[in-house]
């Protein structure tokens, strides 16, 4: 067995898997970045859409991570999070992301 058909080989079919169709949260991901692209900067849907992309972007990670048919996909879902993580702790750390929301009563 080669590299390549370790890193890239489907372990249920067989078959060599790189790319799969978009699943319900890549979906999700793909319409919340449009919909944020198209909102005004400094507005309020625009920080939802934003906020749904990063969490939906975070499901298909994790699901990546734990359920990817090869290691391809498992260290691809690996990296996202790391990354999403990263980028999460600069924004606290520049105070674009709040560290955390203020109670509403």
Request: aromatic share 6%; no cysteine; proline share 5%.
């Amino acid at each position: 067995m080669t590299f390549a058909d370790w890193m890239f080989r489907n372990r249920t079919t067989g078959k060599i898997t790189i790319g799969q169709p978009a699943n319900r949260s890549q979906k999700l991901f793909q319409a919340s970045t449009v919909v944020g692209v198209l909102l005004p900067k400094e507005s309020a849907a625009r920080g939802a859409a934003g906020e749904i992309a990063v969490l939906s972007l975070t499901w298909w990670a994790a699901d990546e991570l734990l359920r990817g048919v090869n290691p391809f996909r498992r260290i691809s879902g690996a990296v996202t999070l790391v990354i999403v993580a990263g980028l999460t702790v600069r924004g606290v750390r520049r105070g674009r992301i709040p560290a955390s929301r203020p109670a509403t009563h």
